[in-house]
Structures are given as C-alpha cells and as structure tokens.
C-alpha cells in the first residue's frame, strides 16, 4: 500500500458518479426554487417573487462520500445540519 492510496474502506468516488451527483443536486435546487416561487403567497398581481432557498439537503440516492468529495473540491459547500449550496463564483 502507497501513500496515495485511500485509507482501506474509504475509496474515493468515481468522477462519473460525482458528476451525476453533481447534476441530481442542480436539479433539485432548480425544482425547489421553482416550486418556492409558483406557490400562491407571493401575489399573482404582483408578478411574483425570487425564491429565498440557496441551500438544500443532499440527495440521498448518493452516499455522504460523493458530498464529502465534492465539498472537498470546492464544488459544493456544506452549510451544517445536512444542507448544502453552490458556492459564488
């Protein structure tokens, strides 16, 4: 065993399902955004409003690992209690 070999048990996960997970995320965060603003408290004279949500929990169809990596690589900030938001360029 080398030193840039993972700690046995904890194998670093594949870019592949990093990207997915990457992609299921967006794509959640879209949808709850898109939901938090056509619901009907906003006004419907008003023209409605920007949602509010930056951060959302993870989805669990991922293990912690994938969430942990991408945190690592910066892609993704955790913001405690399980939520998570795209950091600002």
Same mark, same amino acid.
């Given at each position: =065993?080398? %030193?840039? +070999? #993972?700690?046995?048990? %904890?194998?670093?996960?594949? #870019?592949?399902?990093?990207?997915?997970? =990457?992609?299921?995320?967006?794509?959640?965060?879209?949808?709850?955004? !898109? +939901?938090?603003?056509?619901? !009907?408290?906003?006004?419907? =004279?008003?023209?409605? &409003?920007?949602?509010?949500?930056?951060?959302? =929990?993870? #989805? &669990?169809?991922? #293990?912690?690992?994938?969430?942990? %990596?991408?945190?690592?690589?910066?892609?993704?900030?955790? !913001?405690?209690?399980?939520?998570? %938001?795209?950091?600002?360029?």
């Amino acid at each position: =065993m080398s %030193e840039s +070999d #993972p700690p046995s048990g %904890e194998e670093s996960p594949a #870019p592949e399902e990093l990207k997915r997970a =990457m992609k299921a995320f967006k794509k959640r965060l879209k949808l709850s955004r !898109l +939901d938090d603003e056509s619901r !009907l408290g906003h006004g419907a =004279m008003t023209g409605g &409003n920007a949602s509010g949500i930056v951060a959302i =929990m993870a #989805p &669990n169809q991922y #293990p912690q690992a994938v969430w942990d %990596e991408l945190v690592k690589q910066g892609r993704l900030k955790y !913001l405690g209690q399980g939520l998570y %938001e795209i950091p600002k360029p």
